[in-house]
C-alpha cells in the first residue's frame, strides 16, 4: 500500500515475525475447538511424518491430545491427509480441499514428467488411476491390497507404480482429487475415494482455486514474495505471475526494512499495529510448516547453523524457536515412561529460554504420554 505521496509503507523485522508467529499460533496456543482453523491458518502441516505432523498441531494448540487429531481426520473428517503442495503429503481442512486440489493440478504434469522418465508414459499413467478408482469402490484399501487389484488388471508393471515408496500412480490420483488417505490399518495405511469419503465437497474451477490459495497463502505467510509462494506450493514463478495479476489490489506492494514484499490489503493494517506477547520458545518439529514457508532463511537462522537445520535430501531437524527465531536444534526419545528431550544450542542458552524448553518438553510428554527430562550436548549448555 502506498501513501497519498506514492511511498511505499514500511515495516520492520521484528513487526513481521511478530505477525507471523501470531498467524501460526506460535506466539499463543489457540483453544483446541480451533484445530480446524489452525490447519486452515498454516495452509496445512506437513504430513509425510504423522509423528511431526501430531508435533506442529501440538506446538499451536492448547491441550491437544493425540486422539484429538485421529477423531477430526477418521470419525468427524474435518480434515483431510493427501498429497498436495511440493508433492508431499498434508494435513488439510476438508473443506477446503477443492481449492488445493484445483490449484495445485500443473504437480500432475511434474509428476507424469518425472514418471515418463521412468518409463510411464503420461497415458499409461491416468489408465492406472482409474483402475484405482474402481479398485477403491467397495471401500478403503491398503497400499498392498490396492496394488494387488491393480496388478490383477494391469499386470505388473502396474504393481510397482502403485506401491512406489514415492506415491507413484496413488499420488497422481490423489493430485488429480479422486483418492485420499483413510484410517490406518495396523501399522499399514490405507487408501479410499475422495468423493465416498467426502461427498459433499464440489470442484473448485481452477482460476478460482489459484487465487484463493494465493490468498491463504498470504494470510499465513505475509509479507512474501511470488518467488516464496512459488517455492512453497512447488510451482514456477511463471505460472504464478497470472494468478497475482487477477488479485489485483488485493495484494499490496511493502518494504521489510528496504527488502520489497507483498502482503494482503486487509493485513496490512494488522501487520503495522501488531503488538509484541511474551517471548515464547516452541519446540517445532521437523518439517515444521513455519519453517517451509519462505525461499530465503535469513531470518529464521544464523547462515553458519543452515546446515544443521535444512539438512540433505530435504531433511529438515527439529528446532527450538525463540521469539522466532531458531536457537538450536532438538531430538527425543522414550525410554520406558520417560520422554528424553536432547538439545544442541547454537548459543549459549539464557534462563528464560531454557525454562521455556524445560516447560515445553513437560508438555509434550504430556501429550505423548509419560514424564520428561531435558539435556543439553553443546558447549553452550551453560546459563547466561
Not at 44 to 61: C, F, H, P, T
Not at 76 to 103: F, N, Q
Not at 176 to 202: A, H
Not at 351 to 375: C, K, N, P, Y
Request: glycine share 6%.
Amino acid at each position: 500500500m502506498k501513501s497519498r505521496n506514492n511511498r511505499v509503507c514500511h515495516l520492520s523485522w521484528s513487526q513481521v515475525v511478530h505477525f507471523r508467529m501470531s498467524r501460526h499460533h506460535l506466539d499463543c496456543r489457540a483453544p483446541l475447538k480451533s484445530l480446524e482453523t489452525v490447519v486452515r491458518d498454516v495452509c496445512g502441516i506437513q504430513a509425510q511424518l504423522m509423528s511431526a505432523a501430531d508435533i506442529a498441531l501440538w506446538a499451536r494448540v492448547q491441550s491437544l491430545r493425540r486422539e484429538d487429531i485421529e477423531r477430526s481426520l477418521w470419525k468427524e473428517r474435518t480434515l483431510v491427509k493427501t498429497w498436495c503442495m511440493r508433492g508431499a503429503t498434508h494435513l488439510l481442512p476438508s473443506k477446503d480441499l477443492p481449492i488445493y486440489v484445483g490449484a495445485l493440478k500443473r504437480r500432475i504434469r511434474d509428476e507424469q514428467r518425472w514418471m515418463a522418465r521412468h518409463g510411464v508414459k503420461p497415458r499409461e499413467a491416468e489408465v492406472m488411476t482409474e483402475v484405482i478408482c474402481d479398485a477403491l469402490a467397495p471401500g478403503p484399501l491398503t497400499r498392498k491390497q490396492l496394488a494387488e487389484r491393480v496388478t490383477a488388471r494391469l499386470g505388473a508393471k502396474a504393481k510397482r507404480w502403485v506401491q512406489h515408496y514415492w506415491g507413484g500412480v496413488v499420488k497422481q490420483a490423489c493430485l488429480q482429487g479422486s483418492t485420499c488417505f483413510g484410517p490406518n490399518r495396523g501399522q499399514e495405511i490405507t487408501f479410499v475415494r475422495q468423493d465416498q469419503w467426502l461427498p459433499d465437497l464440489d470442484d473448485l474451477p481452477t482460476g478460482d482455486a489459484e487465487n484463493e490459495l494465493l490468498r491463504l497463502y498470504f494470510h499465513g505467510y505475509g509479507p512474501a514474495t511470488l518467488q516464496d509462494f512459488a517455492a512453497w506450493a512447488g510451482m514456477a514463478v511463471n505460472d504464478v505471475l497470472p494468478i497475482r495479476e487477477s488479485l489485483g489490489g488485493d495484494l499490496v506492494e511493502i518494504a521489510i526494512e528496504g527488502t520489497p514484499a507483498l502482503i494482503l490489503r486487509r493485513d496490512l493494517a494488522a501487520a503495522q499495529s501488531v503488538k509484541a506477547k511474551a517471548r515464547v520458545v516452541r519446540l517445532l518439529p521437523s518439517f515444521d510448516p513455519y519453517m517451509l514457508g519462505h525461499r530465503d532463511k535469513k531470518h529464521l537462522v544464523d547462515e553458519v547453523n543452515y546446515k544443521r537445520v535444512y539438512r540433505k535430501a530435504g531433511w529438515l531437524s527439529p528446532v527450538v524457536l525463540f521469539a522466532g527465531r531458531v536457537m538450536g536444534v532438538w531430538s527425543h526419545e522414550r525410554r520406558g515412561k520417560c520422554l528424553h528431550v536432547n538439545v544442541e544450542p547454537f548459543t549459549r542458552m539464557t534462563t528464560v529460554i531454557r525454562d521455556g524448553i524445560e516447560a515445553e518438553a513437560m508438555d509434550l510428554a504430556r501429550f505423548l504420554g509419560g514424564t520428561s527430562e531435558v539435556a543439553y550436548i553443546s558447549n553452550f549448555s551453560k546459563c547466561v
